[in-house]
C-alpha cells in the first residue's frame, strides 16, 4: 500500500473583502468537491481571511498568502497577512448578542490543532484538519 500523495498550492489575495469568497472557490477546486474535508476548511478558512482583513495591513490595501497542503485525508491551511495588527491572534470572548469575536473560536472547535508564527512583517495563521 502506497502513502497519500501531499501537494501544495498557493493563492495571492489583494485585501478586499471579496476575496473570501474568491478563496473559497479556490479551495473548492484545490481538494475538490469531494474532499472530506472542504466544507471545513472552507470555514476555517473564511475565518482567518476575515480576520486578516479586519485586524492587519492586508484589509488596508494590502494582500494574504494563502497556503494549502493536503492530501486524501488531511488538509493544512495557512493565512499569512501583511502585519501590524494591534494583537496576537487568540480565542475572544464573545458576548451572547456581540456580532463579531467568534472567528477562531469556530476555528479551535473545528480544527485538530492551530497557531500562529511570525512570517516576516507579517503573521500566519493556520489550522490542520
Known amino acids: 500500500m502506497t502513502a497519500p500523495t501531499t501537494r501544495f498550492?498557493?493563492?495571492l489575495l489583494p485585501g478586499m473583502d471579496r476575496a473570501v469568497g474568491h478563496a473559497r472557490r479556490w479551495l473548492r477546486?484545490?481538494?475538490?468537491?469531494?474532499?472530506?474535508?472542504?466544507?471545513d476548511a472552507a470555514l476555517c478558512m473564511s475565518?482567518?481571511?476575515?480576520?486578516a482583513l479586519r485586524y492587519t495591513e492586508s484589509g488596508r490595501a494590502g494582500q494574504i498568502r494563502v497556503e494549502v497542503t493536503y492530501s486524501a485525508r488531511t488538509?493544512?491551511?495557512?493565512?499569512?497577512d501583511d502585519g501590524r495588527a494591534a494583537t496576537t491572534p487568540h480565542v475572544a470572548e464573545a458576548g451572547e448578542?456581540?456580532?463579531t469575536g467568534r472567528g477562531l473560536r469556530i476555528v479551535a472547535?473545528?480544527?485538530r490543532d492551530?497557531?500562529?508564527?511570525?512570517?516576516?512583517?507579517?503573521?500566519?495563521v493556520w489550522f490542520e484538519l
Not at 488538509?75 to 499569512?80: F, P, T
Not at 492551530?114 to 500566519?124: C, I, M, P, V
Open 9 to 11: 498550492d498557493a493563492l
Open 29 to 39: 477546486d484545490v481538494l475538490g468537491r469531494e474532499h472530506p474535508c472542504l466544507d
Open 47 to 51: 475565518e482567518l481571511l476575515t480576520n
Open 75 to 80: 488538509v493544512r491551511i495557512e493565512v499569512i
Open 97 to 99: 448578542l456581540d456580532v
Open 109 to 111: 472547535s473545528i480544527a
Open 114 to 124: 492551530w497557531g500562529t508564527e511570525l512570517r516576516g512583517k507579517g503573521r500566519a
